[in-house]
């Protein structure tokens, strides 16, 4: 087949000059593409990796981009690329890319290829999909060359987007990077080169006048600087002579203003021109050139720089702009300090203290705190990497406390912040109570006394279970629960609940609106025996009734010559009987505590307060006897028709109960309700006349039976008689 290219020469003859650097602005994305899809090179888009297998079509760049066969030889056209990236969806974005590449310069496409393909033969790839032809020269070929380092790499790939952006600066900078060497290889680097050098003369030209023109010609040295930027946009020497154009001295109101913020940060603001694009520098002593803050660039007036550099003193321009270029002098902020203050600063007072906290600046090294207060005095403190400090052994009175942020400054070696003001007033705190003691009186009730708390008032508190503060543990006085009435310290006689108690008194020292909680207490008050009340019943015993104590386990029962204890179970199971015979007595009655006062239970030692005993005279046994006189009325049988009284054994002083005959038909009454009251005599005729027989009423019911009759004592000491009933079977008339 006929190659067309070098057929007289011979390959090494037709080869010409190779590209040292890809001079495409899209190259940046067509990198991207390729590491995407997993190609080495972006010709590997062309052919399928069987042709590349078997050489049944292989790509020919040397004299112009091409894909060949056996047979065949077609040049790659922006169309042929196109409808290759419509049939292989996987390439597609580095197949358009590479059309928009050639649709920009057909030799542009050839030099991008060429520049991928140079380090790749010179490492000896295979399976590039190349006419094995060529591949050989290119790998002899690249030897000759110079071998470009990443740096190198780098700063060519960078040439073709530096100039499209007008940053001649900094494609000078790129160029200095690669060298002499690499600019001679490359007569297309040399010759961007030379453009390059006559570009940045003229500039540096215009700036020397511009410069010497700013004193006394502020119009013309602008319109030079503006030039300047018009050819390379990113010269720093014609932004910083706008940027000295624009500053106003320091005792005129700066155009642009600047505030530190939350986190660091600064706000921008400036005055809006309709229709005006800005875009935002900051510049600085210290600075290598005026950057842009991140963030602005469009029609808005206002902006936050999120991350000034800390430390060095900076200013910031908003420049008018069209088309990316500056079209006049900036608006420009006073000189600012960067140095950000603690943030978050808050000063509690306590007993003779103050705890100042704050978030320190992530930059900051230290924190300063200066402390004055009554009298001149001042105290100071630096921290390092803590955010809290308390301030000890102050006065009550009104203190201030200034707290500036120290940060690292490249230029300065170190700054302080402004600093940030706060105000506490030191309150005067009652003295804590040191130790709380009870202490059961003899008899009934305890006493609290203590340690400490002088000048104080000392009130004693049941706190909600759970939630009983620590001794020392600051209070408000308005949170407190409310103080015991029954319990009062200091107090010499000894008090007791009205009910029974059982729980930690705390005590808490309070002085107008602070308090400071105490020590405790565990108490174990029985509640108070309800009024008993004695039954008498034969032998001698007596039958006490009371309602139990509430929270004791116990009841003891002390009568002359004897004591008893008994438990609330065998109370309430059996009753209390006492063996008291048939004479007067007197019993006391108390609930039962440790002898010693001391128990035990879960919360540490428990003090037991006694009870008052509660007393109750028995008077001696009165025995009340009757019995139902019979008689026969005609032919029937006998029938009640009287009953004979007798009281035995009571005392004058003491009023005898009043006695009841009830009548039931059929069952025996139960009580002086179960039926009808056939006969009552009172106690003070029973007291007068101890023996006395009555006659029944004429009843129509006593002479139909069956029917009961029953006494019984009501009223007034009944408990202390006992009623002597005879046979049942003479008070039932069948």
């Given at each position: 087949m006929r190659r067309g290219f070098g057929e007289k020469l011979g390959l090494p003859g037709a080869l010409g000059p190779l590209p040292l650097a890809p001079l495409a602005p899209e190259y940046g994305k067509l990198t991207e593409g390729q590491r995407t899809a997993g190609l080495r090179y972006a010709g590997e888009a062309l052919t399928?990796?069987?042709?590349?297998?078997?050489?049944?079509?292989?790509?020919?760049v040397l004299d112009g981009v091409a894909l060949c066969?056996?047979?065949?030889?077609?040049?790659?056209?922006?169309?042929?690329?196109?409808?290759?990236?419509?049939?292989?969806?996987?390439?597609?974005?580095?197949?358009?890319?590479?059309?928009?590449?050639?649709?920009?310069?057909?030799?542009?496409?050839?030099?991008?290829?060429?520049?991928?393909?140079?380090?790749?033969?010179?490492?000896?790839?295979?399976?590039?999909?190349?006419?094995?032809?060529?591949?050989?020269?290119?790998?002899?070929?690249?030897?000759?060359?110079?071998?470009l380092d990443d740096r190198q790499r780098t700063a060519a790939e960078s040439l073709a987007p530096l100039w499209s952006r007008r940053r001649l600066r900094a494609c000078s900078h790129a160029v200095t990077t690669l060298g002499p060497d690499v600019?001679?290889?490359?007569?297309?680097?040399?010759?961007?080169?030379?453009?390059?050098?006559?570009?940045?003369?003229?500039?540096?030209?215009?700036?020397?006048?511009?410069?010497?023109?700013?004193?006394?010609?502020?119009?013309?040295?602008?319109?030079?600087?503006?030039?300047?930027?018009?050819?390379?946009?990113?010269?720093?020497?014609?932004?910083?002579?706008?940027?000295?154009?624009?500053?106003?001295?320091?005792?005129?109101?700066?155009?642009?203003?600047?505030?530190?913020?939350?986190?660091?940060?600064?706000?921008?603001?400036?005055?809006?021109?309709?229709?005006?694009?800005?875009?935002?520098?900051?510049?600085?002593?210290?600075?290598?050139?005026?950057?842009?803050?991140?963030?602005?660039?469009?029609?808005a007036t206002t902006a936050v720089d999120a991350d000034p550099p800390v430390g060095f003193r900076v200013r910031y321009a908003a420049f008018p702009v069209e088309d990316g270029r500056p079209t006049g002098v900036p608006l420009v902020s006073h000189p600012l300090l960067v140095a950000p203050d603690a943030e978050e600063a808050a000063l509690e007072d306590g007993p003779a203290r103050i705890a100042v906290r704050w978030r320190r600046p992530r930059t900051a090294t230290a924190t300063l705190l200066a402390l004055t207060g009554p009298g001149g005095l001042t105290l100071r403190h630096t921290a390092d990497r803590a955010e809290e400090h308390v301030f000890t052994d102050l006065e009550p009175g009104f203190y201030q406390v200034t707290l500036t942020a120290r940060h690292p400054s490249p230029v300065?070696?170190?700054?302080?912040?402004?600093?940030?003001?706060?105000?506490?007033?030191?309150?005067?705190?009652?003295?804590?109570?040191?130790?709380?003691?009870?202490?059961?009186?003899?008899?009934?009730?305890?006493?609290?006394?203590?340690?400490?708390?002088?000048g104080a008032e000392v009130r004693l508190v049941v706190w909600p279970e759970g939630a009983v503060p620590a001794p020392g543990t600051e209070l408000r006085a308005d949170a407190l629960p409310a103080p015991l009435p029954w319990a009062r310290y200091g107090d010499p006689v000894p008090t007791a609940p009205a009910a029974a108690f059982a729980g930690l008194v705390s005590a808490v020292t309070v002085l107008g609106e602070r308090a400071l909680a105490g020590p405790g207490v565990r108490l174990d008050v029985p509640g108070p025996i309800g009024p008993p009340r004695t039954v008498r019943e034969p032998g001698g015993q007596v039958r006490l009734v009371f309602d139990w104590p509430s929270g004791a386990g116990a009841v003891t029962a002390a009568w002359p010559g004897g004591e008893l204890r008994i438990s609330r179970s065998a109370y309430v199971r059996e009753g209390l009987r006492l063996p008291l015979g048939t004479g007067p007595s007197h019993v006391t009655l108390r609930p039962h505590v440790p002898q010693d006062g001391v128990g035990t239970r879960a919360g540490g030692a428990v003090v037991g307060v006694r009870r008052a005993p509660v007393a109750v005279d028995v008077p001696g046994e009165t025995v009340v006897r009757y019995r139902l006189l019979t008689r026969r009325r005609g032919l029937q049988r006998r029938v009640p028709h009287a009953v004979e009284v007798r009281a035995?054994?009571?005392?004058?002083?003491?009023?005898?109960?009043?006695?009841?005959?009830v009548h039931r038909a059929s069952v025996r009454p139960r009580h002086a309700e179960d039926g009808t009251v056939l006969l009552r005599i009172d106690g003070a005729s029973l007291a007068r006349t101890p023996h006395q027989t009555l006659e029944l009423p004429p009843v129509p019911d006593l002479s139909r039976p069956p029917y009961a009759l029953r006494a019984f004592l009501l009223g007034d000491g009944a408990g202390a008689v006992r009623l002597e009933e005879p046979a049942l079977t003479t008070l039932v008339v069948r």
């Open positions: 399928d990796p069987q042709e590349r297998a078997d050489g049944s079509a292989f790509l020919s066969t056996p047979r065949r030889r077609r040049l790659v056209d922006e169309a042929a690329l196109l409808g290759r990236a419509d049939a292989r969806p996987a390439h597609a974005p580095v197949l358009r890319l590479l059309a928009a590449i050639r649709r920009q310069d057909p030799a542009l496409l050839r030099r991008v290829l060429l520049y991928q393909l140079l380090p790749l033969a010179r490492q000896g790839a295979t399976d590039l999909g190349i006419d094995p032809a060529e591949l050989a020269l290119l790998a002899k070929a690249s030897r000759a060359l110079p071998a600019l001679r290889a490359d007569p297309w680097l040399g010759s961007l080169d030379a453009r390059l050098r006559r570009r940045l003369d003229r500039c540096d030209r215009e700036l020397a006048a511009a410069r010497t023109a700013a004193p006394t010609d502020p119009a013309g040295a602008e319109a030079g600087y503006l030039r300047v930027l018009a050819v390379t946009s990113d010269d720093d020497e014609a932004v910083r002579g706008l940027i000295r154009l624009g500053t106003v001295p320091a005792s005129e109101d700066a155009p642009l203003t600047t505030r530190p913020v939350e986190g660091g940060r600064m706000a921008l603001a400036w005055p809006a021109r309709p229709g005006t694009r800005w875009r935002v520098l900051r510049d600085g002593p210290g600075l290598d050139r005026a950057t842009p803050v991140p963030g602005t660039g469009g029609t300065e070696g170190t700054v302080d912040a402004p600093g940030i003001l706060r105000t506490a007033t030191v309150h005067p705190w009652p003295r804590a109570l040191t130790a709380l003691t009870a202490d059961a009186g003899p008899e009934e009730g305890v006493r609290f006394t203590g340690q400490g708390g002088e035995e054994g009571h005392d004058p002083a003491v009023p005898l109960p009043e006695l009841v005959l």
